[in-house]
């Protein structure tokens, strides 16, 4: 909350520590979240866009694991658009040891650029 999270914020957490979504009283982007859901063929039509739409959905903050969850049936393509759109759409605000979940290394938290022109949301539940 310390880096300029707002009332309303979205926020999407690609692989990992998803109790940032209860840290923060952020919600995800879309409805569909799960890292297994983002990063692999998940047997339902709407996950094979979900990273895509969340991504397009430009929410205020991004987490990505350090070293990021490396699962068994990611697509490496999901992880190159991850990696183009933090690289256009986002900056990289800082680094955070992992202490809440327990797991081994940290996770990094982007910020959106412009925030003013897409910090609207429509209710997508």
């Known amino acids: 909350r310390h880096s300029g999270q ?13 109790i940032v979504y209860l ?10 979240f799960h ?13 094979a866009s979900a990273l895509a739409d969340s991504l397009d ?6 987490v990505v694991g350090e070293p990021s ?10 992880l190159t658009l991850l990696q183009a759109r933090l ?3 986002y900056d990289f605000l800082r ?3 992992s202490t809440v979940t327990g797991s081994p ?9 412009d925030r003013l022109q897409t910090n609207v949301y429509t209710d997508l539940y």
């Open 6 to 18: 707002r009332k309303g914020d979205r926020i999407l957490v690609t692989d990992r520590d998803m």
């Open 23 to 32: 840290a923060t009283g952020a919600e995800p982007p879309t409805p569909v």
């Open 35 to 47: 890292p297994i859901q983002l990063l692999c063929n998940f047997p339902f039509a709407a996950a």
């Open 57 to 62: 959905r430009h929410p205020a903050f991004v």
């Open 69 to 78: 969850l490396h699962l068994q049936c990611q697509i490496a393509d999901r």
């Open 87 to 89: 690289a256009r759409d």
């Open 95 to 97: 680094s955070f040891q």
């Open 105 to 113: 290394g940290s996770f990094a938290v982007y910020r959106l650029k």
